[in-house]
């Protein structure tokens, strides 16, 4: 903390002659300008011997009172014998604080006892707060962990702290923390910077956010190194943090971060181990996977199973279903086939561990049709055989397929033709009624179809493959 005018006058021995001497002196500025505001910044003591000043002292006073200075100290003896009975008026009429300075002290002097007094206080706030880490990093080393930094922090505040998970939850808080009231301002902060990470690719959530009320003071920090906050955690007082409070702060969020990275680069080594006992199962080796999993209180879910596929980024949600682990780019899990499952995910039909393999081929595929709720491989098989087909490679297989046709001249007629003719199963009476064109016609446009495509439109394989063409060509036009 900056020296009050009052220090520095009692120190120094300066004469009070006007105005509040309770103001902070943050620095010394010895100035003859006229005008020296300019070369100010605010809270410092102005010192000047007068030589440059006129008689009339209300202006030179008002810009120094307009520039928030701590106060005005008048050195005697030099210029002046005293300070001009006018300046003394000027200042007390405009709230200035003025001081005599005694010829027998220099300026230097003053300027020397207030570096100092500010040089001690900062050694004093460093002291503090190297104090207050020690006790920080003696709670971490406690068996309680990051509990113990969330309840040491809030002692070292004089308020409270709460330490939540990533999706926003409370999972510590101190005595008197407004736990619910942090929640929700945390769940709107969190929707307004993924509103922003949609428009402004690459945004990382803020390193700190303050949040200040006239009774409080928030701090709330997000923890982990990534673009993705693993957790957060909030510290709240009733006065405002001084530097070395957000030193204090600063310190508890990298000793949490700590915590929550080691817990983290075990989680992905466990991640690893499972994807490992996934490959193993996959290809038939279950006896092998349970000897692995067992040591490590993994267990594996009796038969029959259920295999669910989802998004790589989605394994946070199947983790806590059953046995779930990373492959490829999915996140696949094996449960018992009554786990209720929500989001987008596919989910394969009953199987055996001998099965596996098909079973997940079944989840995949489910996946491939599922939006925002999940889709079992048994309704999708239900929907016909262009629903087990990549949509991708049928489009392409339509269009190569169907290329002859779709550039020829009258190819609505040719295409619609080979269509009641398909649907028809190849009888020519009731396909032409269907168009409404004579057989004969028809017959010529079904040799016609035939020329362009060279293909023998009397071979069922043929006829299957331009049925999908056609299907799959009428469902995504």
């Given at each position: 903390m900056?020296?009050?005018l009052?220090?520095?006058?009692?120190?120094?021995?300066l004469?009070p002659?006007?105005?509040s001497?309770?103001s902070?002196?943050?620095?010394?500025?010895?100035?003859?300008?006229?005008?020296p505001?300019?070369?100010?910044?605010?809270?410092e003591l102005?010192?000047t011997?007068g030589?440059?000043?006129?008689?009339?002292?209300?202006?030179y006073?008002?810009?120094?009172?307009d520039?928030g200075?701590?106060?005005l100290?008048?050195?005697?003896g030099?210029?002046?014998e005293q300070v001009?009975?006018?300046?003394v008026?000027a200042?007390?009429?405009?709230?200035?604080?003025l001081?005599e300075?005694?010829?027998?002290t220099?300026?230097?002097?003053?300027g020397?006892?207030?570096s100092?007094?500010l040089?001690a206080e900062?050694?004093?706030?460093?002291?503090?707060?190297?104090a207050?880490?020690?006790?920080l990093?003696?709670?971490?080393?406690k068996?309680?962990g990051?509990h113990a930094?969330?309840?040491?922090?809030?002692?070292e505040?004089?308020?409270?702290?709460?330490?939540?998970d990533?999706?926003?939850?409370v999972?510590h808080?101190?005595?008197?923390?407004?736990t619910?009231?942090?929640?929700?301002?945390?769940?709107r902060?969190r929707e307004?910077s993924?509103?922003r990470?949609?428009?402004q690719?690459?945004?990382?959530?803020?390193?700190s956010?303050?949040?200040?009320g006239?009774?409080?003071?928030?701090?709330?920090?997000p923890l982990?190194g990534g673009p993705r906050?693993?957790?957060f955690?909030?510290?709240g007082?009733?006065?405002?943090?001084?530097p070395?409070t957000?030193?204090?702060i600063?310190?508890?969020?990298s000793?949490?971060?700590?915590?929550?990275?080691q817990g983290?680069?075990q989680?992905e080594?466990e991640?690893?181990?499972?994807s490992?006992?996934l490959?193993?199962?996959?290809?038939?080796?279950?006896?092998?996977?349970?000897?692995v999993v067992?040591?490590?209180?993994?267990?594996?879910p009796?038969?029959?199973?259920?295999?669910?596929?989802?998004a790589?980024?989605?394994?946070?949600?199947?983790e806590?279903?059953?046995?779930?682990?990373?492959?490829?780019?999915?996140a696949?899990?094996?449960?018992?086939?009554?786990?209720?499952v929500?989001?987008r995910?596919?989910v394969?039909?009953?199987?055996?561990?001998?099965d596996?393999?098909?079973a997940?081929?079944?989840?995949l595929?489910?996946?491939?049709?599922?939006?925002?709720k999940?889709v079992r491989?048994?309704e999708l098989a239900?929907q016909?055989l262009?629903?087990?087909?990549d949509?991708a490679?049928?489009?392409?297989?339509?269009?190569?397929?169907l290329a002859?046709?779709?550039?020829?001249?009258s190819?609505?007629d040719?295409?619609e033709?080979?269509?009641?003719y398909?649907?028809?199963n190849?009888?020519?009476?009731?396909?032409a009624?269907?168009?409404g064109?004579?057989r004969?016609?028809l017959r010529y446009r079904?040799?016609?179809?035939?020329?362009?495509?060279?293909?023998?439109l009397?071979?069922?394989?043929v006829?299957?493959?331009?049925?999908?063409a056609l299907?799959?060509?009428?469902r995504?036009?």
């Amino acid at each position: 903390m900056a020296p009050t005018l009052r220090t520095v006058a009692r120190r120094m021995g300066l004469v009070p002659l006007a105005g509040s001497l309770e103001s902070a002196v943050r620095w010394v500025a010895v100035s003859e300008l006229e005008d020296p505001t300019p070369f100010l910044e605010g809270s410092e003591l102005v010192l000047t011997t007068g030589m440059r000043l006129s008689d009339d002292f209300s202006g030179y006073v008002s810009r120094l009172v307009d520039r928030g200075v701590a106060g005005l100290g008048f050195g005697v003896g030099l210029t002046h014998e005293q300070v001009p009975g006018a300046l003394v008026e000027a200042a007390k009429s405009a709230g200035l604080p003025l001081v005599e300075v005694p010829r027998e002290t220099p300026f230097i002097a003053v300027g020397k006892m207030v570096s100092e007094h500010l040089a001690a206080e900062q050694y004093d706030e460093i002291t503090r707060a190297f104090a207050a880490q020690g006790r920080l990093t003696r709670a971490a080393l406690k068996p309680e962990g990051m509990h113990a930094v969330i309840d040491r922090l809030a002692r070292e505040v004089g308020g409270w702290a709460v330490l939540l998970d990533e999706s926003g939850e409370v999972r510590h808080a101190s005595p008197g923390a407004r736990t619910q009231w942090l929640v929700a301002e945390l769940a709107r902060l969190r929707e307004g910077s993924h509103d922003r990470s949609q428009s402004q690719a690459g945004e990382r959530w803020p390193a700190s956010i303050s949040i200040s009320g006239p009774d409080e003071h928030v701090v709330v920090q997000p923890l982990g190194g990534g673009p993705r906050p693993r957790g957060f955690f909030a510290v709240g007082a009733a006065g405002a943090f001084s530097p070395v409070t957000h030193t204090v702060i600063n310190a508890a969020g990298s000793l949490l971060t700590l915590a929550v990275e080691q817990g983290t680069t075990q989680r992905e080594a466990e991640r690893r181990v499972r994807s490992a006992v996934l490959t193993l199962l996959l290809a038939g080796h279950v006896d092998q996977a349970a000897t692995v999993v067992g040591p490590l209180g993994i267990r594996l879910p009796g038969e029959p199973v259920v295999v669910l596929a989802a998004a790589g980024e989605a394994l946070d949600e199947l983790e806590p279903l059953a046995f779930a682990a990373r492959c490829g780019q999915q996140a696949i899990a094996i449960v018992a086939q009554d786990t209720p499952v929500t989001g987008r995910v596919g989910v394969s039909g009953p199987c055996q561990y001998a099965d596996l393999r098909s079973a997940l081929d079944q989840a995949l595929r489910a996946l491939g049709a599922a939006t925002d709720k999940p889709v079992r491989f048994a309704e999708l098989a239900g929907q016909g055989l262009l629903a087990l087909i990549d949509a991708a490679d049928a489009q392409a297989f339509s269009a190569t397929l169907l290329a002859p046709l779709t550039m020829y001249g009258s190819r609505a007629d040719l295409i619609e033709s080979l269509r009641a003719y398909l649907d028809s199963n190849g009888h020519w009476d009731a396909a032409a009624q269907r168009l409404g064109v004579h057989r004969h016609t028809l017959r010529y446009r079904m040799r016609r179809v035939a020329e362009l495509l060279g293909r023998d439109l009397d071979d069922p394989g043929v006829r299957a493959e331009l049925w999908i063409a056609l299907e799959t060509a009428r469902r995504t036009g």
